[in-house]
């Protein structure tokens, strides 16, 4: 199985200041067809998962531009440049390699 | 729009069977594109993918090893609906219990259920 690791666990920002969050994979992403396939997810409180980054850095419609994700093979970071309130909730990567999928262990974002 | 809408039980007793059932509006269990999943979340394992079910040209099941003896995921066509039964259930399958939607081409889980809290205990 794909061993995610997030780093680090939980993260209190100042409104407007930014964040980072780095994810780590046990094996590349990359695949023969030139994808990298990494995937960034928000959980806001008492939802369920959403996603907001497909294939590293790619955002999907209506996330603000305020969120990037970078990276290659096996390290990947996702930005947000100037943090907002409605930012808080646990962060997620996950790879789309194979089956099992794997997700890291979750990053807590809240607000100072 | 897709909306998946999970039902069953919130409150199983140890060493019974858990079932939970997904209703897919907007899409079709039978669709070769997609895969229909079921993941669980809990404070210990985090997000758990468990298995899935999805057919091209014919029915085909993927299942994690740490459940594999124990989890069934079929899919009901004529209700357009699909289900996970977990056998022999202890306390360590508490958890919330999600339905997705999986994209085989995109490689990702775009629609997710509202979620299940499933208690095992007695």
């Known amino acids: 199985d794909i061993v995610m690791t997030q780093t680090p666990l939980s993260l209190s920002v100042t409104p407007g200041q930014p964040a980072s969050i780095s994810c780590s994979s046990s094996?590349?992403?990359?695949?023969?067809?030139?994808?990298?396939?990494l995937y960034w997810y928000l959980q806001r409180p008492g939802q369920s998962p959403q996603l907001l980054i497909y294939e590293v850095s790619s955002r999907v419609s209506g996330v603000p531009a305020r969120f990037s994700g970078s990276g290659s093979g096996t390290d990947f970071t996702l930005k947000i440049s100037r943090v907002e309130a409605e930012d808080v909730g646990v962060y997620y990567c996950m790879h789309g390699i194979e089956a099992p999928i794997t997700f890291g262990q979750g990053t807590r974002l809240e607000i100072k | 729009q897709v909306q998946l809408q999970q039902s069953g039980p919130g409150l199983v007793k140890p060493s019974q069977t858990l079932s939970l059932t997904c209703a897919i509006s907007g899409d079709s269990v039978s669709s070769n594109s997609v895969a229909w999943n079921w993941i669980r979340q809990s404070p210990s394992r985090g997000l758990e993918w468990l298995g899935r079910t999805y057919y091209m040209s014919k029915w085909y099941n993927d299942y994690t090893t740490s459940v594999i003896s124990r989890i069934t995921i079929n899919p009901d066509t004529s209700k357009n609906q699909f289900s996970l039964q977990l056998n022999s259930v202890t306390p360590e399958d508490t958890a919330v219990y999600y339905c997705?939607?999986?994209?085989?081409?995109?490689?990702?889980?775009?629609?997710w259920g509202q979620g299940t809290l499933v208690t095992v205990s007695s």
């Open positions: 997705v939607r999986w994209l085989h081409d995109s490689r990702l889980f775009d629609y």
């Open positions: 094996q590349s992403l990359l695949l023969g067809d030139g994808k990298t396939y």
